[in-house]
Nanobody, 115 residues
Framework: QVQLVESGGGLGQAGGSLRLSCAAS????????MNWYRQAPGKQRELVAV???????NYADSVKGRFTISSDNAKNTVYLQMNSLKPEDTAVYYC?????????WGQGTPVTVSS
């Protein structure tokens, strides 16, 4: 059974930083692409960052240069380092993986950025 547990969300200030964590079980982050999504109030869920099994990364244009996705294979955990936060980064952030023909989601961690 795949479980993804996010943590690290909370209140941040514009220009500040937060780091989100996604602890995975039932799936290995070393051999599976892992994703971070976010959903702002009243908006559709959007893909924020991707890290492939080989370590290649991709980002939404809105976060490029500010957010960094990484993984720690020993801890089976994926991170999202968020710098230069903006109020428009306010959203619930979800960890995601596609494994055995299914999408797997964490419960989400809320991030609120004040101006």
């Amino acid at each position: 059974q795949v479980q993804l547990v996010e943590s690290g969300g909370g209140l941040g200030q514009a220009g500040g930083s937060l780091r989100l964590s996604c602890a995975a079980s039932g799936i290995s982050v070393s051999i599976n692409a892992m994703n971070w999504y976010r959903q702002a109030p009243g908006k559709q869920r959007e893909l924020v960052a991707v890290i492939s099994s080989s370590g290649n990364t991709n980002y939404a244009d809105s976060v490029k240069g500010r957010f960094t996705i990484s993984s720690d294979n020993a801890k089976n955990t994926v991170y999202l380092q968020m710098n230069s936060l903006k109020p428009e980064d306010t959203a619930v952030y979800y960890c995601n993986a596609y494994w055995r023909f299914r999408q797997h989601w964490g419960q989400g961690t809320p991030v609120t950025v004040s101006s």
